[in-house]
Structures are given as C-alpha cells and as structure tokens.
C-alpha cells in the first residue's frame, strides 16, 4: 500500500522559511512524477510545484516562482519543497502526491496517491 507522509510544517513569521519533506513507502518511488499541492480555507486545492521521475523537469506556480524549490532524493525515497519568503496567503495545508506516472503532472486529477497534509501558518 502506497503511503504519503508529510512532515515539517508549522508557524513562520512573514518573510520565514520552511522545508517540507514528503516520505513515500509502499511503491517504487522512483517510477512516479511527484508534486505538491495546497489548500487554504474556503479555496480550491491548488498546484504549488511538480517534478518528474528524476528531478531534472520541475514546473512552479507563478504564486511561488522564485521563492520554492522542489527536489527529491529517489535514494531516500523522499521528496522536498525549500520554501522562502513566506506571505500570510501561503498559509494553507501542503499536501504532496504521487502522479500517474513518471512525469510532473500539472492537474490534481492525474495525482493517484495522496498525503495526508501538513499545516503551513505564516504570521504577518
């Protein structure tokens, strides 16, 4: 059974950073194409950044460009999002997932498997 294991939220001033890690276990996690997501109060769940199968193709929202990175370590079976220069309106849970297949997908329905969240707060 394939699971998603967020880790490394919490609260941040404005202008903070924080490193979220997502841990996959029960799959090949090298096969898949991997992506974060997230999901403020009363919004709709959004694309934040996605990587492919081996992290040389990346694609970011514009709301984040310049300001995350998203990597992974198929070695560790884990996955990355260095966030900086927090604004309140990243406040949101970060969700990662598992795409399909071994590409960075771009829409949350080509995502197959899911976190369960981690709360991300930035204070003003």
């Known amino acids: 059974q394939v699971q998603l294991v967020e880790s490394g939220g919490g609260l941040v001033q404005a202008g903070g950073s924080l490193r979220l890690s997502c841990a996959a276990s029960g799959c090949i996690f090298r096969l898949y194409g991997m992506g974060w997501f997230r999901q403020a109060p009363g919004k709709e769940r959004e694309l934040v950044a996605a990587?492919?199968?081996?992290?040389?193709?990346?694609h970011y929202a514009d709301f984040v460009k310049g300001r995350v990175t998203i990597s992974r370590d198929n070695a560790k079976n884990t996955m990355y999002l260095q966030m900086s220069s927090l604004k309140p309106e990243d406040t949101a849970v970060y969700y990662c997932?598992?795409?399909?297949?071994?590409?960075?997908?771009?829409?949350?329905?080509?995502?197959?498997?899911w976190g369960q969240g981690t709360q991300v707060t930035v204070s003003s």
């Open positions: 990587i492919n199968w081996s992290g040389d193709s990346t």
């Open positions: 997932a598992a795409a399909k297949d071994a590409y960075g997908r771009l829409e949350s329905d080509e995502y197959v498997y």
